[in-house]
């Protein structure tokens, strides 16, 4: 699945207890979910290891291989 978001406001990526960037893998996704936000959208990615949010204005994801457009 190929994720692409339009009018970012916000990413962040958060490791739990230790950093996991690089070699590390952070883990299983527990959770991901698409929000309302004021600024568009709000989705969220729970992995057992650390976090990833990002906050756009939209987003479009497209199953097997690069969108288009």
């Known amino acids: ?3 692409r ?3 970012v406001v916000e990413y ?3 490791a739990y207890g230790t950093e996991w ?3 590390r893998r952070p883990g299983p ?3 991901d979910e698409v929000l309302p936000h ?3 959208c709000r989705h969220d990615i ?3 290891g650390g976090r990833v949010r990002v ?4 987003l479009r994801a497209e199953w097997g291989g690069a969108a288009r457009g």
Request: charged share 10%; net charge negative.
């Open 1 to 3: 699945m190929t994720i």
């Open 5 to 7: 978001y339009t009018g």
């Open 12 to 14: 962040t990526a958060a």
């Open 21 to 23: 960037w690089g070699s």
């Open 29 to 31: 996704v527990q959770l």
């Open 38 to 40: 004021e600024a568009g």
């Open 46 to 48: 729970a992995l057992i």
């Open 55 to 58: 906050v756009a204005a939209d």
